[in-house]
């Protein structure tokens, strides 16, 4: 995306705005300066969002944190759920957000939502190399081509970017298509899931609760007692060497390799499709040595056309930050649409 400078530029002592990552467990912060035609995030800050009651409350907080100085005017937020008609409500969080309300509150002259992983899809383009890692060969993608973002962490999120500007940005509740079994074991845990939750959606197993919902339903096919396991107390046993649990990340590895895919094939991502949220940059030396690759490219009739396509997992902490930060300069009127 083209940056030009502006001669109405903010003073380099006034922040151009505020940033915000919010998702179902934690709300990431950031002011934006404009430097050298371009937004640069500082002062970067993650909380808990279960220690406070509402998203302004959050934001407040850590504004007040900040101390004396400039008050930012615009903001940013990338929120984990749907953004209708200025407002949001969180997907795996009870805070509901509204453009409206929070500038009333914070005493700003503008907010915007937009969905967290419609942030990454603006990212993508201004991410350097060591902001992400291959998952397969090294390749560089078509020019040009749409870009998908996708991944689990609380939820599971999914947007893209076509030709490289935000007017080819989609933003997506794909997270919620149908999950679609590809052997008898994904056949079995998919009945076994039905059981439990009838309908079965693609966030019902790669999500950190979905993880752990794998493990149980493999405990059941495999006729083991049930254990009760989270997601993070799977993936340590399975990095100490117990079979069950090692299977289970194996499996959810496989399962993202199979959806993002799909998921490619459905949007024509041949620029690449990144894998973002919470839990794969913790599960890298997993998804390399699972069958995820293998996956993603079997496509029947389409493999030769998957195998062009990249797949890299986004490593960087503050993407979606980065994100919204150049939504913001648009919203600021700094940066071209």
């Given amino acids: 995306m083209p940056h030009s400078a502006n001669p109405a530029d903010p003073p380099a002592a006034a922040p151009l705005g505020l940033v915000g990552d919010i998702g179902g467990t934690n709300c990431r912060l950031a002011l934006v300066d404009w430097q050298a035609g371009r937004p640069s995030v500082r002062a970067f800050e993650s909380m808990l969002c279960a220690d406070h009651a509402t998203a302004a409350d959050c934001i407040g907080r850590w504004l007040g944190a900040q101390g004396p100085g400039p008050r930012p005017r615009f903001a940013v937020f990338a929120v984990a759920g749907p953004v209708l008609d200025g407002a949001a409500s969180l997907t795996n969080n009870d805070w509901q957000l509204c453009e409206a309300a929070l500038a009333a509150e ?12 419609a942030a990454l899809a ?18 560089p993608g078509r020019a040009g081509a749409t870009i998908a973002v996708m991944g689990p962490g609380t939820g599971f999120g999914l947007a893209a970017l076509a030709g490289g500007t935000s007017a080819g940005l989609l933003v997506t509740e794909g997270g919620h298509i149908a999950y679609a079994p590809t052997d008898e074991v994904e056949h079995a845990v998919l009945r076994i899931l039905a059981r439990r939750h009838g309908r079965v959606s693609i ?3 790669l999500a950190g609760l979905g993880l752990a919902d794998l493990h149980a339903a493999l405990e059941d096919i495999a006729g083991t007692l049930p254990t009760g396991l989270d997601a993070a107390s799977i993936t340590a046993a399975a990095a100490a060497g117990n079979l069950l649990a090692g299977t289970t990340v194996d499996r959810f590895c496989a399962i993202l390799g199979s959806t993002a895919g799909d998921l490619a094939l459905a949007l024509g991502a041949q620029g690449g499709v990144f894998i973002a949220g919470g839990i794969a940059p ?23 056309y998957m195998q062009s396509i990249p797949t890299r997992v986004i490593t960087t902490k503050n993407a979606a930050l980065r994100g919204a930060a150049h939504e913001l300069a648009r919203l600021a009127g700094l940066e071209p649409i």
Avoid at 123 to 137: F, K, Q, R
């Fill in 106 to 117: 914070l005493g700003l002259s503008r907010v915007r939502l937009i969905n967290d992983f």
């Fill in 122 to 139: 603006l990212a993508t383009p201004h991410l350097e190399p060591a902001d992400s890692v291959p998952i397969g060969p090294d390749l």
């Fill in 203 to 205: 966030e019902r197993i």
């Fill in 282 to 304: 913790r599960l890298l030396d997993a998804l390399r040595a699972s069958p995820f690759r293998h996956r993603f490219e079997t496509k029947g009739r389409c493999t030769h």
